[in-house]
């Protein structure tokens, strides 16, 4: 079964700082990877996604991942944090020709402080 | 363009009681997800459904009943809710199985007392 591995549960860092947020997926075929991001008191908002093509994807606010696949990794970057980007963020990947699950990882809470 | 709407947005329920989450699309999608949300745990699929009048357990089914009698409704049921349903309670729906076009529901936040 697929599963989705967020290395890090909490992450603080100050602002204008880099910061990367590991994610690991388990399964060796084909995945559609996902990052999606939880604001306080709000629901989930898509960041970025990588389906195919090039393996370096890029959210409208300036954080990038990168799909690596021999190293089965998903990991989300900003090169300058700001306050506004504090919130939790997930990993999910959807293997294809499995289920129909999305599966996510346990979430990576970033606390960007000044 | 409401897009995925859950109504409602907070309840507070006695143990026993029972109640219906509604999950309200209106973007034609085939899929709906039911998904809980518990602190330290991500997110958890409950229940899915791939189109009008189907419905198919997820990873955490137990406890929680599906319906979707229409395709831009998937309607979530406790029929005697237990303090471990407390959670928060996401809805969402895809235009394909893959999620690439996707949306979710705000959320809604269920205590069981």
């Known amino acids: 079964a697929q599963s989705v591995t967020q290395l890090d549960s909490q992450v603080p860092v100050f602002e204008e700082a880099p910061v990367e947020l590991r994610c690991n997926y388990s399964?060796?075929?084909?995945?559609?990877l996902f990052w999606y991001v939880q604001y306080p008191n709000q629901g989930l908002q898509l960041l970025l996604k990588y389906l195919s093509g090039s393996t370096l994807v890029e959210s409208i606010n300036g954080f990038e991942a990168e799909f690596n696949k021999s190293q089965t990794s998903f990991h989300l970057r900003k090169p300058s944090v700001h306050i506004s980007d504090t919130a939790e963020y997930f990993c999910a990947a959807f293997r294809q020709g499995g289920s129909e699950k999305l599966v996510f990882g346990k979430g990576t809470k970033l606390t960007v402080n000044p | 363009n409401a897009g995925v709407t859950q109504t409602p947005k907070f309840r507070v329920l006695k143990t026993g009681q029972s109640m219906t989450l509604l999950c309200a699309q209106d973007m034609n999608h085939e899929y709906m997800y039911w998904y809980r949300q518990d602190p330290g745990m991500g997110l958890r699929l409950i229940h899915y459904s791939v189109g009008e009048g189907t419905t198919a357990k997820g990873e955490v089914p137990d406890g929680y009943n599906v319906s979707r009698l229409k395709k831009q409704n998937f309607l979530l049921g406790l029929e005697s809710a237990a303090p471990s349903q407390t959670s928060v309670y996401f809805c969402a729906s895809s235009r394909d199985r893959g999620f690439a076009e996707a949306f979710f529901g705000q959320g809604t936040r269920l205590t069981v007392v």
């Open positions: 399964s060796s075929v084909s995945v559609y």
